[in-house]
């Protein structure tokens, strides 16, 4: 699966597939292209590089995708997996390929059948409503095709309930249902609309070296969601204790109430002093050999710093 997977990043270059679908939308509701927009259609027109990620996280996604695979050969011999599917009037239409590669697919004598496959820690419904743009992307390509070829179509997702990132496929953790959604036209289709006449007009990029969170994984776009959502309420619960000890500073400075204790913590008030600090900046500007003495070097651990803006 790992040359299926090198072809996939190769067709980033020179078209949208099912993970741009949620630029695409967003595109079409905001009406003008972001930085993030921006670096995409880059890649796709050859101005700029895909970055490739590879932790053990995509591993195990990789796993789980082979193991859902093979069960699925072992009812229809003739499923493929991850091919490619190009949707010929859209592409045409809007000047570049549209095209997805859905995880699985399999032909029967009346039907195009298509699985999409997810590994979350979410139920199959939440994880639907996540990933809902790929899923209406799939579905107008998957009809278009089967249309062609004369047969009905059906989409599947296939969820695997994933919490613990083992090894070891659990066949009790995997659910499949029947997708019956349909595509956004005019969001979507406004999204593409707007792409096309930036590269229509002369697509003007000037390439940074930052990379943009919609550059990883799309599952990793999610969990960097979630964890926004954690830091913005964070932020709120913080400010909340703050205010909260600003009020009771006042009323336990006038009251002269030196503490306060519960079974969950104590209060102390301290009142207000002065502080002494060193100016190191100062001592190296004015006496640079004394800094340099008493200045220990020493490793720090790689990190990484979030700030909310």
Known sequence: MLDEKNEITKT???????????????????????????????????????????????????????????????????????????????????????????????????????????????????????????????????????????????????????????????????????????FEKEIISKGLEIISDEIKKGFEYEKRSELFLSDLPEKWQNEAYEIQQILIRKKYEEQKVEEFKIKLSEIMGKNNIKSIVNDFFSITYVSETLSTKFDSKKLMAEMPEIYEKYTKISPVKQSIRLKIK
């Open 12 to 182: 980033r270059i020179g078209g949208l597939g099912s993970s741009d679908a949620k630029m695409v939308a967003k595109i079409g509701r905001n009406g003008i292209l972001g930085d993030s927009d921006r670096k995409r259609i880059a890649i796709m027109l050859g101005l700029d590089e895909q970055k490739q990620f590879t932790s053990i996280a995509t591993e195990h996604g990789n796993f789980i995708e082979n193991s859902i695979f093979k069960l699925l050969t072992s009812k229809y011999n003739n499923a493929l997996s991850n091919p490619y599917t190009k949707h010929d009037m859209l592409s045409d239409k809007y000047g570049f390929d549209i095209f997805n590669h859905i995880d699985y697919e399999v032909k029967t004598n009346d039907k195009l059948i298509w699985f999409e496959c997810k590994a979350t820690n979410k139920n199959i419904d939440d994880t639907i409503n996540d990933y809902i743009h790929q899923l209406q992307w799939h579905t107008v390509i998957g009809e278009n095709k089967a249309s062609k070829l004369g047969l009905k179509f059906e989409l599947y997702i296939v969820h695997y309930f994933d919490v613990e990132k083992e090894f070891i496929f659990n066949s009790d953790n995997f659910e499949i249902k029947l997708i019956d959604i349909h």
